[in-house]
């Protein structure tokens, strides 16, 4: 059975940093996508930041854009997000997601860790 577990949520002040990492383990044949979710209260997830693992190109959400930055750790199977110039918006659950390869293809999420954004 294949995991994902974030950790590095917290408190943090406007304008400042955190980074999040996703450590993936089980039965693991290849990573084809990762991905960061978030859900904000009372707000549906969105799609913060996806990297496709067969070009390494990046994406993100307009809202993160230029502050938020998807990496591949140098340890197998993690990932991160670099979270600069924080905001008050962007307090929420932070969600790690990947399409692995079993070799079955199958979406993953991990459980999930808190960004709260305050003075």
């Known amino acids: 059975q294949v995991q994902l577990v974030e950790s590095g949520g917290g408190l943090v002040q406007p304008g400042g940093s955190l980074r999040l990492s996703c450590a993936a383990s089980g039965s693991i044949f290849s990573i084809y996508h990762l991905n960061w979710y978030r859900q904000a209260p009372g707000k549906q997830r969105e799609l913060v930041a996806a990297?496709?693992?067969?070009?390494?190109?990046?994406a993100y959400a307009d809202s993160v854009k230029g502050r938020f930055t998807i990496s591949r750790g140098n340890a197998k199977n993690t990932v991160y997000l670099q979270m600069n110039s924080l905001k008050p918006e962007d307090t929420a659950v932070y969600y790690c997601?990947?399409?692995?390869?079993?070799?079955?293809?199958?979406?993953?999420w991990g459980q999930g860790t808190q960004v709260t954004v305050s003075s």
């Open positions: 990297m496709p693992m067969t070009s390494g190109n990046t």
């Open positions: 997601n990947a399409v692995i390869a079993t070799p079955a293809l199958s979406a993953y």
